[in-house]
């Protein structure tokens, strides 16, 4: 009899449910009773995703490469879908902000713990074969990892550090983006030609950044978390997980990702040209790149030092 009560009551909520929406409710219980079940391999497209790795060679390293690469995206999706959630939130509580940015940061810990898998899971010699088969292609061209930037940030902060005191929230979208840092990497200082794998990047993505660039000028990460009322931007649980965010996208990762650089394409005294035509060595270093989301939390000796661990690793390894 209770069972009866709660299948009444269930249909009547649905019959509201479809009216309100001019909807009628007996087509719809049609429609359940000739559905088939679900199955786990149709709810995540199982045959699907695991039809995406298509090498281009016989290298079998290749296809661990590849599904790296598709992982990695993944993680950057599950970091977007956070970061659009803060973006978006109007409420400005404080616990919300903090588990945000907690969840964040857990991916970038499984991303750079895994990143092993990159630098000792393949062969040296299959890799610098197989690689061939994919210039131009770079991870350069990730336009995941761009928006990660764009929605942390304003865009004044990924100038390229040599001209960020020239430039200000005061210049357009356009100026700023023109100026990026990952732009002047790929872009011969004396000729100033760009690489083809920068000029087919911006072909295909620069009308959406620039999109997302002005959506994100007055609601970025940074922007939500300076206008947050005083005693929450002093939150030191708050600051501290914003440190570690920006330490894991802008030093912990690349630190890890130039580690892969170093083991295929570096080789005592001369290195190997990346596919992407980027001068790697002067390009990926965090020090030198200077990449910093949330200026404003950390001291003047903090921004001064900012990557060196990768300078004191190479150059004072003694100090370690
Ligand atoms: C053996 C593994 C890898 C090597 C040797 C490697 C090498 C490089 C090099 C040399 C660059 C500089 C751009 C160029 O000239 O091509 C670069 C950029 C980049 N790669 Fe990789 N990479 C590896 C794996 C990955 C993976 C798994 C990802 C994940 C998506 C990735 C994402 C990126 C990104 C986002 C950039 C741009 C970084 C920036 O602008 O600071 N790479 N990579």
């Known amino acids: 009899m209770e069972e009866e009560e709660r299948i009444q009551s269930q249909i009547e909520k649905l019959e509201d449910k479809y009216k309100d929406s001019g909807q009628d409710l007996s087509s719809y219980l049609d429609g359940l009773l000739y559905q088939r079940y679900l ?17 281009r060679t016989h290298f079998p390293d290749e296809e661990i ?13 599950l970091i977007l879908h956070e970061q659009k959630q803060l973006v978006d939130d109007k409420s400005q509580k404080l616990s919300f902000f903090i588990e945000k940015v907690r969840r964040i940061n857990s991916y970038y810990t499984a991303l750079i713990s895994s990143f092993g898998i990159m630098i000792t899971g393949m062969e040296r010699e299959q890799f610098l074969q197989y690689r061939m088969a994919l210039l131009p292609a770079s991870g350069f061209q990730s336009a995941q990892y761009r928006m990660i930037e764009i929605y942390a940030t304003a865009m004044e902060h990924l100038v390229h550090h040599t001209q960020r005191d020239a430039f200000s929230s005061k210049n357009t979208i356009e100026e ?8 002047k990497g790929a872009t011969d200082v004396t000729s100033g030609e760009k690489t083809l794998t920068l000029k087919q990047f911006e072909y295909r993505y620069t009308p959406r950044l620039i999109r997302i660039a002005r959506q994100m000028e007055d609601s970025n990460i940074y922007h939500k978390y300076l206008a947050l009322p005083k005693i929450h931007r002093d939150n030191q649980e708050l600051i501290a997980s914003l440190k570690v965010m920006d330490l894991n996208a802008n030093v912990n990762w690349p630190l890890m990702h130039m580690g892969s650089a170093h083991r295929y394409l570096g080789n005592e005294g001369s290195s190997i040209g990346a596919t992407g035509g980027t001068n790697w060595k002067e390009y990926l270093p965090p020090s030198f790149q200077k990449v910093i989301f949330f200026p404003k939390i950390y001291s003047k000796q903090e921004t001064n030092d900012w990557g060196k661990q990768w300078v ?9």
Request: proline share 4%.
């Open 39 to 55: 199955t786990y391999w149709d709810y995540i497209h199982l045959d699907t995703l695991l039809s995406l790795q298509v090498p």
């Open 312 to 320: 004191d690793h190479i150059f004072n390894p003694e100090k370690q």
């Open 65 to 77: 490469f590849i599904m790296y690469h598709q992982i990695t995206e993944l993680y950057f999706k």
């Open 176 to 183: 700023l983006y023109e100026n990026i840092y990952w732009k």
